[in-house]
């Protein structure tokens, strides 16, 4: 049986899978986030603040970016494909054999829980931020005992059509995550009732309600920094308990405020940063959040610092530098210009509103001049249109002058979001009656980009994230995977040419360096052979034994005999002698000798008996005697 392709909310399903998967979602404690507007932020925050506590953390986000598995991270790092493969392959198989009819998204959490339950080394905790709502959520099926802290951000008008009609009732569904008994950190929000909406949740569910303040810009970017110093209060700015007895946390609740540069850009993640940094601060004191995970002691003032100040969370008010292709008449190498585009999520009015403000706080050099627009049905155009072309401060009018409509890819794991089509986007600005010039782009944010003129700024807003045109190929999908690689090369086949540079370059250093290093070794053995001094470093010296060549020193003086091994620091040159022989060697060598001597011997004795017979006859004629013919032809 294939996923349901719609939105279906209720948790008989999933937990139905979950249980014939074996419950993986009971592996792993986890923090649970809800809300309309910065979940992806806090998370981002909270999981960068826990890595740099030395826990292994796990986190799962949606919709995805790009591909499907960058929905998951491990450790900060998004998981590989082979793994997020493998157990989406066993949840697909798990459903059809079971006919548990699960959802898209809902196949998509069980694997998150699945890839975490798999994981080694195990994982401390994750991170889970809700699909859509809270309380019906597909993620929404962890136990308070495994649920370490649930957080609700920014609540907002969205989804109507499955959540609510008024704020107050998407309230009720979003703050359903909290737990019996557990904890509750709400972020600063909009609207009072959502306050009171978690109050009552809490009070049915004797939980605790910890309400977060926002922070405060000290010092704002500067040539030296780029990004604002904040002081952030660790401190609740007040808490209600429903629970049987008083949080026994309060008294150890840090009251300080950590000072940290804020590396996400927009005042909104004033709030966002403090909401984490309370959530942080609960964790670490919380007893039965320690109960669950001691090791969450670990957190400390200088990790939060140290986690807020190294968070990034791509295509959230994103700056990219993307290098453009020009008309060129060489195909080949075709000329590029730059084009800095900030890439946004903003996707309902309340985001929209954001966006409009963090535009307006750019300096005039930086301020978009065209807006590349893309949303999910149903949605009118007009909504999001309107705080982006009309700001709210009416000193700051809109530097916007042009808007391209595109669609985007829809993803494979969520069939039910479709784009809404750029007729209708035209449509809807041209209802709002901006003087703006409007266009319609059915090759999507690539043939967009790839049509700007030389100075125009950009910005593209998006309701789903990176899916900016259709093919994941495209420019913004591009992007979003190798962002550096684009701003600096431009091009792939730029890129390629300069690998294939650097490999050639490699090679021929590798082939000269064999080369250098075979005529080194063939030098040094052809000196070995000749017996050069250069023997005197490389043989070993219990095999080589020294003895004076040039001088050798009398027996008798006091000085070493030749062949003792010692080395005389006399200045005398010295000679290798061959490695000593065996004993039978030295036996055989030493009877061919004795044999040799002996024949000298004979010889000599027959050289002397001719020597004698001669002087006897020359004295026998020098008396007068006779010659004999030997002794005559010896004269």
């Known amino acids: 049986m294939a996923p349901q392709p719609s939105i279906n909310l209720g948790l008989s399903r999933i937990l139905s899978l979950l249980a014939s998967l074996k419950n993986p979602h009971l592996a792993t404690p986890i923090v649970h986030i809800a809300g309309t507007n910065g979940k992806g932020s806090v998370s981002a925050y909270l999981s960068s603040i826990l890595q740099h506590s030395a826990l292994r953390v796990g986190r799962f986000n949606s919709p995805h970016l790009v591909d499907e598995w960058d929905a998951l991270q491990i450790g900060g790092t998004t998981i590989s494909e082979r793994a997020f493969r493998e157990a989406n392959d066993e949840v697909l198989r798990v459903d059809k054999e079971t006919g548990c009819g699960a959802t898209s998204f809902e196949i998509l959490a069980a694997t998150a829980f699945e890839v ?16 859509m709502g809270g309380e019906t959520d597909a993620t929404n099926v962890v136990d308070a005992k495994n649920t370490l802290l649930s957080i609700v951000t920014s609540i907002e008008l969205d989804h109507q059509k499955f959540l609510g009609s008024t704020v107050r009732e ?57 990004a604002p110093l904040v002081f952030i209060s660790t401190a609740p700015l007040r808490t209600t308990s429903y629970a049987s007895s008083a949080p026994t946390n309060q008294s150890r609740i840090s009251v300080d405020a950590v000072e940290a540069r804020l590396p996400l850009p927009g005042s909104y993640q004033l709030a966002n940063s403090a909401a984490a940094t309370l959530a942080a601060n609960v964790l670490s004191t919380s007893p039965r959040a320690l109960s669950i995970l001691p090791s969450l002691s670990l957190i400390t003032k200088s990790t939060i610092v140290a986690g807020i100040e190294s968070t990034r969370w791509p295509g959230r008010l994103d700056w990219l530098t993307l290098s453009l292709p020009v008309a060129s008449p060489s195909a080949a190498f075709p000329s590029r210009r730059q084009h800095k585009i900030l890439l946004d999520g903003a996707h309902n009015p309340s985001s929209a509103t954001s966006l409009a403000l963090y535009l307006d706080s750019l300096p005039p050099h930086l301020k978009p001049t065209t807006l590349i627009l893309a949303l999910s049905a149903p949605r009118p155009a007009s909504a999001i249109l309107t705080p982006l072309l009309f700001p709210p401060s009416p000193l700051l009018p809109s530097t916007i002058n042009k808007i391209i409509a595109v669609t985007f890819t829809e993803p494979p794991s969520m069939p039910w979001i479709k784009p809404v089509s750029t007729e209708e986007i035209v449509s809807g600005v041209k209802e709002l009656g901006p003087d703006v010039e409007v266009e319609s782009c059915k090759g999507g944010v690539r043939e967009a980009l790839e049509g700007l003129a030389e100075g125009e700024r950009v910005v593209s807003s998006t309701s789903f994230q990176f899916y900016l045109g259709p093919a994941g190929n495209d420019w913004g999908s591009v992007a979003a995977r190798t962002p550096g690689l684009i701003s600096q090369c431009g091009d792939y086949a730029i890129c390629k040419l300069l690998l294939a540079t650097v490999a050639l370059g490699w090679l021929t250093f590798l082939t000269l360096g064999t080369l250098f290093t075979l005529l080194l070794l063939s030098t040094l053995y052809y000196s070995i052979r000749r017996k050069s001094h250069l023997i005197s470093f490389i043989t070993p010296f219990h095999e080589v034994e020294w003895d004076m060549y040039a001088h050798r020193l009398p027996r008798g003086t006091g000085a070493p005999a ?58 026998q004629f020098e008396n007068g005697g006779q010659r004999d013919s030997r002794v005559a032809l010896f004269d």
């Open 116 to 131: 975490f339950a798999r994981a080694r080394p195990k994982l401390d905790l994750a991170v889970v931020e809700v699909g």
């Open 170 to 226: 998407i309230a009720r569904v979003k703050t359903g995550i909290a737990k019996e008994g557990g904890d509750v950190v709400l972020a600063k929000q909009a609207h009072q009732e959502v306050e009171q909406v978690l109050n009552e949740v809490a009070k049915e569910r004797n939980a605790t309600v910890w309400i977060a303040g926002e922070g405060m810009v000290a010092k704002e970017a500067d040539a030296e920094h780029d």
């Open 562 to 619: 030749p062949g003792t091994g010692e080395m005389l620091r006399t200045g005398l040159s010295l000679r290798r002698v061959e490695r000593k022989k065996s004993g039978r060697e030295v036996a055989a060598e030493r009877e061919k000798r004795e044999m040799e001597k002996a024949e000298m011997e004979e010889e000599q004795e027959k050289e002397l008996e001719i020597i004698v017979g001669d002087m006897t006859g020359r004295h």
